[in-house]
């Protein structure tokens, strides 16, 4: 009878339920991700940054499980460190989503996270690469988390090879948009990382600067 | 193969489905894909039509339990022509809903059906009403339902206006179901629309090769 209930967030698992992306345009990419951390239907985290660096101009989008997701990402980081020194240039980018992959292949029963690689290298300029399950697969654009269900139909329609640096920034921002209206797990703000041959921008995007739709 | 056979016994056949609704001005388009499978893996109609009239102006469309929805169906298109001899006129859009809701709410253990109703009458013009599993009757604007209706919430909340023409309302329609049944495993085949307005119904088929295709490699 003397029940105590504890608070969901708990013993719950926290997950950065969430809405990734990165998109691919002539010179570089564009990264794009909300901020919500949940435990269950508490959010613990409202303004987490989940565009993780795993090297200068290579970044990765995390989703799924908070802590798988970020443990991959460090032991990448720490990997791609030392093959960057061992071959004393920068790594490309398919090198850095070719370790996620391994990590996400070989444990793939113990862990339940996502990771889009995306940057610039010199060799092959701007790409993106899905990790999703332990494939490696090169893609002009890339969504993943509970919320990118709802913008596949927007994104199908709306991807245009040849945009401009600015035209990705602005699809980047409405997708995030969208999904951020239709997805419980996804809100807060929105992160922006652009990636091209001469620097890596990080940009935020707070909720009242949200592009809105007709319902809003 | 006993597995297929198992799901058809135990889940029926569903319609997977991609079925949405708009408001134009001057009308309204209803719309849905065409394919109906067992069990997620066996397509057992590909040209199934999801787009049921239950009078002149007012259409619906269904979701869930095929076998459910009929049946309701049928029982609604009887209330509604009764009511409508009983009101010597023609019935209100909210009524055709209203009949679907009061089935769907006093039979919500058995059922697991849905339903989109669109129509226009003279009282009050182009209408959308939702009609939910558990019998919630609400009015939208735009509406879109079924397991294919994820994919396309952001397409829809992006791209629909209250003020299109009909032209526009019915390529909205038209793009909204082919990015569905392209994303979708259990939606496909046609597309099926219906554009009614206060002239009349007009029924529109697009073959799935006349589908608007979207950067498909």
Not at chain 1, 62 to 82: H, P, W
């Amino acid at each position: 009878m003397l029940e105590e209930n504890e608070p969901e967030w708990l013993s719950e698992e926290v997950k950065t339920g969430t809405t990734i992306l990165a998109i691919e345009f002539a010179d570089g990419v564009v990264l794009g991700s909300d901020s919500r951390v949940s435990a269950g239907a508490s959010v613990v985290n409202r303004v987490m940054n989940k565009l993780s660096p795993l090297h200068d101009k290579i970044y990765c989008a995390l989703s799924g499980s908070a802590a798988d997701a970020q443990t991959i990402a460090e032991v990448v980081n720490y990997q791609l460190d030392v093959h960057s020194m061992e071959i004393g240039e920068d790594p490309q980018v398919r090198s850095a989503a070719n370790l996620v992959r391994n990590i996400s292949y070989k444990y793939k029963e113990e862990l339940s996270a996502h990771l889009i690689v995306a940057g610039w290298d010199r060799r092959e300029g701007g790409q993106v690469f899905a990790t999703l399950n332990g494939l490696l697969t090169r893609q002009p654009f890339a969504i993943g988390g509970s919320g990118s269900s709802y913008v596949y139909g927007f994104v199908d329609a709306e991807y245009r090879r040849g945009m401009s640096k600015e035209e990705c920034q602005k699809f980047v921002v409405n997708t995030l948009s969208l999904a951020m209206n239709r997805d419980g797990s996804s809100g807060g703000v929105a992160y922006l990382v652009t990636i091209d041959e001469h620097n890596t921008e990080e940009k935020v995007i707070l909720g009242n600067d949200l592009p809105t739709f007709y319902d809003q | 193969m006993e597995r297929r056979c198992l799901d058809a016994q135990f889940k029926g056949v569903s319609t997977g489905t991609t079925i949405l609704a708009a408001t134009f001005d001057g009308g309204v388009v209803i719309g849905s894909d065409s394919r109906a499978s067992i069990g997620g893996e066996y397509v057992s109609s590909k040209t199934i039509n999801k787009v049921i009239q239950v009078h002149d102006r007012i259409f619906c469309c269904m979701a869930g339990s095929l076998a459910d929805a009929q049946a309701v169906l049928k029982a609604a298109k009887f209330h509604l022509s009764f009511h409508s001899v009983q009101m010597e006129s023609q019935p209100q859009v909210i009524a055709a809903a209203s009949v679907l809701k009061d089935l769907c709410y006093k039979n919500k253990d058995e059922l697991q059906a849905g339903f989109i109703t669109a129509g226009w009458d003279r009282k009050k013009g182009p209408q959308i009403y939702v009609v939910s599993l558990g019998g919630m009757l609400i009015s939208q604007q735009v509406t879109i339902g079924g397991s294919g209706s994820t994919y396309i919430y952001g397409y829809v909340d992006a791209k629909y206006r209250p003020d299109m023409s009909r032209e526009e309302c019915l390529q909205f329609a038209t793009n909204a179901l082919a990015l569905a049944m392209g994303r979708d495993n259990v939606s496909g085949g046609v597309a099926h629309l219906v554009v009614i307005t206060e002239s009349g119904a007009e029924h529109i088929v697009v073959p799935g090769n006349k589908l608007p295709k979207f950067n498909d490699e």
